[in-house]
């Protein structure tokens, strides 16, 4: 498994290949897992490593499924099978392809490949982590997971399936609140400021 200075090298490198404000978002992701996961009794130096490379397939260039299955191929090559998984299901809230938002810019092989994948997927902990922590992060920070629904939708669109997806992820929220006995956003201090403050779309 790769360690948090091997994620955070694998990260700079694939910003160097794709610059853009996904890195910091990533790196937000992982602060934002590693404290929520401290909190709920799982190990947060993972969370972290797993929440910096979740995006790591935009290495490639600007794309949208594309970047799922990139991440996956880049990580299994890297033998961190675990985090290569990450790359395909923090995209997936719901076990099923067909709610995803942006083009499926993939291969007919490729996109056969993410539909098993997601449908024999049993999610876990650091699954559901991830998906959740991908939902509170703006480049500039944590912000109200409401305010990164519409960021993504006004980049990406929406389809009749959107608020069932959107329901999964505050079913996510709502069971990490309930392990931590607390707000998810109770630890981060910017996510009043980004809430109101951060640009979107």
Known sequence: MLNRDQALALLQWAGEQNPGPWT???LHAARAAQE???RC???GERAWVLGALHDIGRWEGVRDLHHTIAGYRLL???GDEGAARICLTHSFPLPDPSVYLGEWDVSEAE???ITE???RARMDDFDRLIQLCDALCLPQGVCLIEKRLIDVALRHGVSERTPEKWRAIFAIRDEFERRMGASVYAPFDEAVSNTFT???G
């Open 111 to 113: 996109r056969a490949f």
């Open 41 to 43: 009794g799982l190990d």
């Open 198 to 200: 951060a640009r979107i």
């Open 36 to 38: 929520i996961a401290r």
């Open 117 to 119: 994948f997601i449908a």
């Open 76 to 78: 299994m090559e890297k």
């Open 24 to 26: 910091d978002h990533s």
